[in-house]
């Protein structure tokens, strides 16, 4: 038994006998000596709940049945009201009361030594029951620790929201151009972000990405991404030179292997030309009266894995009415209770069922679509969505 771990339990006798104290003081002299034992005494339950006010790292009760003012039947009644699972009763009492003693134990006392005392098993008994104490002191620390966690989670997913563009439409006063987005993030906090900017008036930034991992590192590594690509596009730089330029710099920051996926790209609001570049992430759809096609792919690998790599750009061109649908691989991988993905093919005809509407209409129906597919399957990755519409 550690020393240590016992000079932090109390132990407190109640008992009427006032012959116990000094008895108890001399057969534990050397505990007490040696800080391994800490004694308080009190001689009926009235006093004893006293003195629990007063010493609140009381964790053992040897308690007497028999007493005055408050026997100790009616002490174990007043200590269960304290719901204190820290707290244990031993009794103490004759062999031949044994009818008390079951009794005591139906109303929570932790276990009983019989008069004449053992003290050789008595301490044997203190011993167990501070065991039990720091067993149940423990699962409570880390109980707290817990929540406390889940607290800094929660505050940290309120500042990866906050971000996170999440007014819409965000440019009431343009009409050549409308945007819509939303993301669900599969624990507390994300890997997956989405972002835009007006770099003039007359260009709008805008990205999508998927960090590698989950938790509070991707979000960490999510939020320097998401700062570096608006901070960099901001610049007014090309497409293709504004990834070379950062993945340069998440390469340098990058811990544990960590990378993102991301497509970037500018839309000229008055042509409907886009310049992008697509750094290993899943290919956007164009949504047209005529159907729904791929963007196609320009090569480039995922951010943050290898430094001096030249990112290729090229151009597409949004009619007027057409729109971009960008995505995260949570959608088309998320799962049903079978184990199915929802895959490219659910995804596509929902698109084409659904490209005349609304920029919110896609997004939002695209989320229920697979949300009522997944059945409840826990979610295993962030879902992602951003939208684009260029008018003219």
């Known amino acids: 038994m550690n020393g240590n771990v016992l000079s932090s339990v109390k132990i407190m006798v109640v008992d009427d006998e006032v012959d116990l104290e000094p008895l108890v003081r001399q057969k534990f002299r050397r505990q007490i000596r040696d800080g391994v034992y800490d004694f308080i005494f009190a001689h009926n339950g009235l006093e004893a709940l006293a003195k629990l006010i007063e010493h609140p790292t009381i964790g053992v009760i040897l308690s007497d049945i028999n007493m005055p003012e408050m026997d100790g039947l009616t002490l174990l009644t007043r200590l269960k009201e304290l719901k204190n699972p820290g707290l244990k009763t031993v009794i103490v ?187 290993g992430h899943n290919p956007p759809y164009i949504l047209s009266q005529n159907g729904i096609r791929k963007v196609e792919m320009t090569g480039g690998p995922i951010l943050g894995c290898m430094e001096g790599i030249s990112y290729g750009s090229k151009t597409i061109r949004l009619l007027p009415g057409e729109q971009l649908v960008l995505f995260t691989d949570g959608i088309t991988e998320a799962f049903n209770p079978v184990n199915q993905p929802y895959g490219e093919e659910r995804l596509e005809s929902f698109l084409v069922a659904n490209s005349k509407n609304s920029l919110e209409e896609v997004v939002r129906g695209i989320a229920a679509s697979v949300n009522e597919f997944s059945s409840g399957a826990p979610q295993s990755d962030d879902i992602t969505l951003l939208a684009i519409r260029f008018d003219g």
Do not use: W
């Open 93 to 279: 009492s004759a062999y031949g009361d044994m009818e008390n003693i079951r009794t005591a134990m139906n109303r929570g006392a932790f276990d009983f030594v019989t008069k004449p005392v053992n003290f050789e098993d008595l301490e044997i008994t203190i011993n167990r029951t501070v065991d039990e104490i720091y067993q149940i002191r423990r699962s409570l620390e880390e109980h707290d620790q817990l929540i406390s966690i889940q607290q800094d989670l929660n505050t940290a997913r309120e500042i990866q929201q906050a971000i996170l563009p999440k007014t819409f439409p965000p440019f009431p006063t343009r009409h050549d151009f409308d945007i819509f987005a939303s993301m669900v993030a599969a624990k507390e906090v994300g890997g997956d972000f989405y972002d835009f900017f007006m770099i003039d008036n007359d260009r709008l930034g805008f990205v999508i990405g998927d960090v590698s991992g989950k938790g509070v590192p991707a979000a960490i590594f999510m939020a320097v991404s998401r700062t570096l690509i608006r901070a960099t596009g901001l610049k007014g730089i090309p497409a293709a030179e504004c990834m070379d330029y950062v993945n340069d710099l998440l390469c340098n920051e990058s811990v544990s292997c960590m990378f993102v996926t991301v497509f970037y790209g500018i839309l000229n609001t008055t042509t409907g030309s886009i310049e992008y570049v697509n750094a």
